[in-house]
Every structure is written in structure tokens, then in C-alpha cells.
């Protein structure tokens, strides 16, 4: 008894705790059960618990101590270390001590200083080093009693770690244990998805234990250890670094740990030394692809989501609920399959080809020009909603843009070049559209010449009870005109008038009776390229649709954007 009372003495010392209140962790369990619960007994504390998982902070370089004390010889001992961020060196020591107290048999201790002089100096007895980012243990079937020094250091960066130490390995079994065959296994790969399956751990099963798994997939590597996928998705969201021993905190770095500075000081109100050296910081960095899953007991999991042709690494912990102790299995890795790959449409030079696109679906399209060319023109008529329409020759990007109507594109040539056209469907509907390639002169094109603005304006003032004045623009090629008008409700929308219409629908799908007129129109100066129509026996107080069709020298029409006119009801 007073020798498990020195080794008390001495640790308490060497902690520099200054106060006799705290007493050393102990293995009663009733004693025990409430010292681990009371975390003002290990806050900040340097010494370990008895049978109780613990987690600590390494700054980078600094060395950390952690004390505990086997009170009876030939005591079976376990020490595991998990490292969380980085690798680490840890080195297990038994401290010597002089087994009696001097003071010429009087049982009385030695001065306190004496005998922390003593533990300082002697480095004690090295038992079991290790070095790297592996969880690894140390185990004693008997060890003498006495002080146990557990030195830990991480060279490369700050980091997290956690430590168990007990007394008792045969049965307390903190750690859920692994099935024989501990691999995780994919037993089903698909674009999106990938199924794993594992063999459930007899922890839960055999002993009776809360056990439940947890799944984490990134795309960087496996992880060997809860704590180092945690540490890893922590550090994705924290907003600055742990701040490094011996520097004092600004007002700065208070109000990124959630403090709101004072008006009267901020280092005033919280001891702050006048002569700061404040930290610099680093940006949030990037939202990771790792994330965490836990799944309960079931041992097959399917991870959804996920992206085509590209590697994931998964790994599954068992984790006792009750202790929160948690083992890895041994993890594995897959790539996810390629997208199915389409059959691409050839475009032949100067022909139109109609296009149809499932909703959200998505079509490629392929031009290779025969003969040497300076120029590619390129109409995309989209017949339904808009779509969205991508160009590269040879792999490098011309263009990328939303189409509704009819868009024609220049396109500089290359000799021998080849376009890919990719065409995105929208995700209201299904898309139809026309397509056209072609190197040749706008003359010889199926398709009518347009200009760049297909809108159709009408002049308010020139408005009647009876007719409405539009223009329109035009092109320098000789093209054939046709408008069309249709009486529809007051309230007719936009948004009807897109629903109801196809665009691709030439004037032969339109009424007689709704025909005003057809003509020819060019002019060599672009800038006079317009004309206008007065379009007369309309009623009062009205609301027409009026259409513009213009016909290409082959049959194929474009009509111009739609236009909503309404005749004055009172003249």
C-alpha cells in the first residue's frame, strides 16, 4: 500500500497538478464507471484512464508525455495507438524508481522535488517503440508494477490520435473484433452504383454488443482507421488550423472559434499579453468527395450516386455503439463503369437530318468535310423546347450554347478537320430538331439565309381596329416570305404558344384562310436588309399570332419568332 501511494506521489508530481484533489483513475468499477464519466478528472490531463479509449492533439515536432501507473506486479497490460492525420513515433517506458523512500526507514517520502528530479532524469526503461500511421498495439501477458511513460511525436504535420490502455485486454475487448475473413468485397459494379457485402463481426452476434458498421468512400485512398477518415472529413470543413503552442490569440482568431470580441478589449477581457503574434490563416479549403455512411447492423450496402469512370476507394468500421471503439476492416477500391457509349449520326455535307432527343437525353453528332474548307455553317433548328448545343473540332471547343428556334453558327475551317456536335435534350420533353452541315456557299444550301435577329416587330402607333403594321429583317440572299396570321384568346401566353407550336412546322401545315401574303425580299446592304407588311381586315380589339415563314431555294422553311399583336378596340 505505500508503495502504490509513492508511485500516486510521483505521478501527481511529474503532472505538475498542484492540487491534491484529483485522484488517479482506478480500476473498481463502480469508482471507475463514475471517474470516466467526470470529465473535469481527464480534461487537458496527462494521465491515461484504465480501460477508457482517449483522444489527444499532437502539434508538429512537439513531443507529448502520457502517464499511468500498474499498481502489482505480473499485471497483464495493453497499449493501442491510433493515429488519425499523419504517422506517428510512440515509445512505451517504464520510469525507475527507488522502491523505498529514503529518509532512513521512516517511511516518509523523499521532497517532492527530489524525486521529480529523479523521473526527469532517467529516461527509465524502453518497453516497445513504433513509427508510422498503422494502429498498433502493445501487449504483456505480466508486467511489474510501477510508473509507464508514453511518449508520443508526429514529425510531419499537427495531428489527431487516440489512445487505450487497460489492465484487463482479456476482458474488456474495447475494440469490435474482426470476422476471419475481414475484406470487404464488391459484388456489384454498375455507372452510378456499387454494391459491397462483408462478413458481419462476431462482436455483435457471440458477445452480445451494440455493433453497428460505417461505410466511407472517397476518391483518394483507404483509410486504416475511423479516426483518420473523421480527422479527414474535420479538416475538410474546418475554416482554420490549430494554433501553434506559444502564440497568443487575436481578436481575429477568436471570432473563427465563434467569439464575439468585446467592446471594452478583446485581450483585456481574456489575459491576453500585449505583444500578440498573430497567425496567419489559411482559406477554407474545397468541399472533399469523402463522406461517412452508418448503416446500422446490415452488412451489404449499396453506395448510389456516384460518378461514370471514376475509382473509389470504400472502407468499413464496425463500431460498438456503447464505447464508440471502432476497428477497420480491410478496404477496397473499384471504377465505377464507362457511360454507355452512343452511336454517333454522320452528317453529310449540305443535307438536313432530323434529330430525336429522349427527355434529358443526349445525341453526338459527327461532320467530316471531304474537301479542304475555310468555313462550316451550321444550323441547328430546334423544333420543341431549347437545347443545348456543343461544337469541337478535333477535340477543342468552339462553341456551347442554348438553342430555341433557329440559330445559325459560322464555323472557321481546318483542313481535314472533324466537328462534334453534341446535343443535350431539355427536361421538360422530348426534343426534335433539324440539322444542317455544310461547307458550301449559302446559295447552294437547302436551308434559307437568316439574319441575326429573327424577331418580328410591330409598330404601336401604326396600329388600327382593323390592321397592324410589322417588320422584319432580311439577308442579302433572294429568299421567299410568307405570313401568317391566327386570331387566339386575350390571355394567350408565351408559354402556350411554345406548347402548342412546333417550330420545324413549315407553312404547309397551316390553314389557307390563315395566309396573308407571300413575297421576295434581299438587299446587298445588310444594313437596309427590311421590310415591312401592313396586314389589313382584322377585327377590333383582337390579339393575333403572326408568323413569318421564310422558304430556302429546296422547300425547307424557317419561321421566325412568333409575334403577338392586338388591335385597337376603339378607333
Not at 6 to 26: D, E
Not at 112 to 122: G, I, M, R, S, W
Amino acid at each position: 500500500m505505500r508503495q502504490c501511494k509513492g508511485w500516486s506521489l510521483v505521478l501527481l508530481t511529474l503532472l505538475g497538478l498542484g492540487s491534491w484533489a484529483q485522484k488517479l483513475p482506478t480500476r473498481d468499477e463502480e469508482l471507475f464507471q463514475m471517474q470516466i464519466r467526470d470529465k473535469a478528472l481527464f480534461h487537458d490531463s496527462s494521465v491515461i484512464p484504465d480501460g477508457a479509449e482517449i483522444s489527444g492533439y499532437l502539434f508538429r515536432d512537439t513531443p507529448k508525455r502520457y502517464y499511468f501507473v500498474v499498481e502489482e506486479d505480473n499485471t497483464p497490460l495493453s497499449v493501442t495507438v491510433t493515429p488519425c492525420d499523419a504517422p506517428l513515433e510512440w515509445k512505451l517506458t517504464l520510469q525507475e524508481l527507488p522502491e523505498e523512500s529514503s529518509g532512513e526507514g521512516s517511511g516518509q517520502p523523499e521532497p517532492l522535488d527530489q524525486q521529480k528530479q529523479q523521473v526527469t532524469v532517467d529516461e527509465g526503461t524502453e518497453l516497445f517503440t513504433y513509427k508510422g500511421n498503422d494502429v498498433e498495439s502493445y501487449m504483456a501477458t505480466s508486467t511489474p508494477s510501477g510508473l509507464y511513460q508514453l511518449e508520443l511525436l508526429s514529425t510531419e504535420k499537427d495531428s489527431n490520435f487516440k489512445v487505450y490502455t487497460t489492465t484487463t485486454p482479456e476482458s474488456d475487448q474495447p475494440y469490435p473484433e474482426l470476422p476471419y475473413d475481414p475484406r470487404v468485397d464488391v459484388t456489384s459494379l454498375g455507372r452510378t452504383t456499387v454494391t459491397l457485402a462483408w462478413k458481419p463481426t462476431p462482436t455483435g452476434f457471440l458477445m452480445g454488443q451494440p455493433v453497428q458498421y460505417c461505410v466511407v468512400i472517397n476518391k483518394e485512398h483507404n483509410f486504416k482507421s475511423m479516426c483518420a477518415a473523421e480527422a479527414k472529413i474535420s479538416a475538410d470543413d474546418a475554416f482554420m488550423l490549430a494554433p501553434k503552442p506559444v502564440r497568443d490569440f487575436s481578436p481575429f482568431d477568436f471570432v473563427h472559434f465563434g467569439f464575439v470580441p468585446s467592446e471594452n478589449g478583446f485581450g483585456k477581457d481574456r489575459g491576453l499579453t500585449s505583444n500578440k503574434i498573430s497567425r496567419p490563416y489559411l482559406a477554407k479549403p474545397k468541399t472533399s468527395d469523402i463522406q461517412k455512411v452508418c448503416i446500422g447492423n446490415k452488412n451489404i450496402y449499396t453506395v448510389s450516386n456516384l460518378k461514370p469512370d471514376t475509382q473509389y476507394y470504400f472502407d468499413v468500421f464496425a463500431v460498438n455503439s456503447a464505447t464508440n471503439t471502432s476497428t477497420a476492416y480491410v478496404g477496397t477500391f473499384a471504377r465505377t463503369k464507362e457511360e454507355a457509349r452512343q452511336k454517333t449520326q454522320e452528317l453529310k455535307d449540305g443535307k438536313v437530318a432530323d434529330v430525336f432527343i429522349k427527355r434529358k437525353g443526349t445525341k453526338f453528332l459527327r461532320f467530316a468535310p471531304v474537301s479542304s474548307h475555310q468555313r462550316v455553317t451550321l444550323f441547328v433548328h430546334s423544333c420543341l423546347d431549347a437545347v443545348q448545343v456543343q461544337v469541337r473540332r478535333d477535340g477543342k471547343l468552339l462553341l456551347s450554347q442554348n438553342v430555341e428556334g433557329v440559330r445559325q453558327f459560322q464555323l472557321r475551317g481546318k483542313p481535314k478537320a472533324k466537328y462534334q456536335i453534341r446535343l443535350r435534350g431539355s427536361r421538360k420533353g422530348a426534343s426534335t430538331l433539324k440539322v444542317l452541315a455544310t461547307t458550301r456557299p449559302s446559295s447552294k444550301q437547302p436551308f434559307p439565309s437568316l439574319p441575326e435577329d429573327t424577331r418580328i416587330k410591330a409598330f404601336d402607333k401604326l396600329r388600327t381596329c382593323s390592321s397592324v403594321t410589322v417588320a422584319w429583317l432580311g439577308t442579302q440572299d433572294r429568299n421567299k416570305y410568307c405570313i401568317y396570321r391566327k386570331e387566339v384568346a386575350e390571355n394567350y401566353g408565351e408559354e402556350q404558344r411554345r406548347r402548342e407550336q412546333n417550330q420545324c412546322a413549315g407553312p404547309e401545315t397551316r390553314r389557307k384562310s390563315e395566309k396573308v401574303l407571300c413575297k421576295y425580299f434581299h438587299s446587298p446592304n445588310l444594313q437596309k436588309a427590311v421590310t415591312t407588311e401592313t396586314i389589313t381586315g382584322l377585327e377590333p380589339g383582337k390579339t393575333y399570332l403572326l408568323d413569318v415563314y421564310v422558304v430556302g431555294h429546296s422547300g425547307h422553311s424557317v419561321r421566325y419568332q412568333s409575334k403577338l399583336v392586338k388591335t385597337r378596340k376603339y378607333c
